[in-house]
């Protein structure tokens, strides 16, 4: 169901507005500063019956509304990304897949614990190995409770041991609920010291790269996982591997 509430009241709250909107018709002689009791009462009906003669017009209007909200919020967005270009995809403390001197550059929100992120977990590796010349930014963006920051952290702190890839890819393919315990298991079998691992979790570099991606994520109101940005485009919720090849040669041809 369209979640239609907010914008009918909002059109609801309106109608005084309207009504007083279709005395402008009236003959310039028959127009007043003001309108009296029984004048604002016959207006108001005379909207009120025709809403309820024609209730179409309202969801055309919540339906013009959400249009309207839908290209501001899209074009905000935009002014964010290119805001924050620099940040969203070169903070060296990203973990990069791919060619890291590709010529085009996409950029995953992911958290570990996101049944949609591991459902296109196979059409990303597929799309970094079908093109050559993809630099792919992963953003650590743990929102689904504390064992999705155990994981992420996990993940982050690997990065010094370089199994980070071998280690985010096993998360990934996990299914079913994280804890310490599922964590520490998938990291000992890529190869990970477990015991230096949690040692390295701690680490005020880990905690200071998740606090900056969830501060960029609210910059560019990403408000769950997964979200992709595909050059001067913000994607949110799972796609296909069609769809990212498509925006990825939109972004490489925009340059």
Do not use: W
């Not at 108001?44 to 209007?61: C, F, G, N, S, W």
């Not at 270009?85 to 010529?103: F, H, I, K, M, S």
Request: glycine share 6%; hydrophobic share 45%; net charge neutral.
């Amino acid at each position: 169901m369209r979640p239609v509430l907010p914008y009918l009241r909002s059109a609801l709250l309106a109608l005084p507005v309207a009504a007083l909107a279709l005395s402008a018709a009236a003959p310039a002689h028959a127009q007043s500063a003001s309108f009296d009791g029984n004048q604002k009462a016959a207006i108001e009906k005379i909207v009120r019956d025709y809403l309820m003669e024609h209730p179409e017009v309202i969801l055309q209007a919540v339906d013009a509304m959400q249009e309207r909200q839908k290209a501001a919020e899209a074009e905000q967005a935009r002014k964010a990304l290119v805001e924050n270009r620099q940040e969203l995809t070169r903070n060296p403390a990203d973990p990069v897949a791919g060619n890291p001197q590709g010529d085009v550059t996409v950029v995953e929100f992911f958290d570990y614990q996101c049944g949609y992120c591991k459902a296109v977990q196979a059409d990303t590796q597929a799309l970094i190995k079908g093109d050559p010349k993809l630099r792919f930014v992963l953003k650590e963006f743990p929102i689904l409770g504390p064992a999705s920051l155990l994981a992420s952290k996990a993940a982050l702190a690997s990065r010094a041991q370089g199994k980070y890839m071998e280690f985010h890819n096993a998360l990934m393919a996990h299914r079913g609920q994280l804890d310490e315990a599922v964590v520490m298991r998938l990291a000992k079998s890529v190869g990970l010291d477990t015991d230096r691992l949690k040692k390295d979790m701690e680490s005020p570099d880990v905690l200071k790269v998740i606090a900056a991606n969830q501060a960029l994520a609210e910059k560019l109101n990403i408000r769950g996982t997964p979200a992709f940005v595909f050059g001067d485009e913000l994607v949110p919720g799972a796609i296909k591997l069609d769809d990212m090849k498509r925006l990825t040669d939109a972004a490489r041809a925009k340059g």
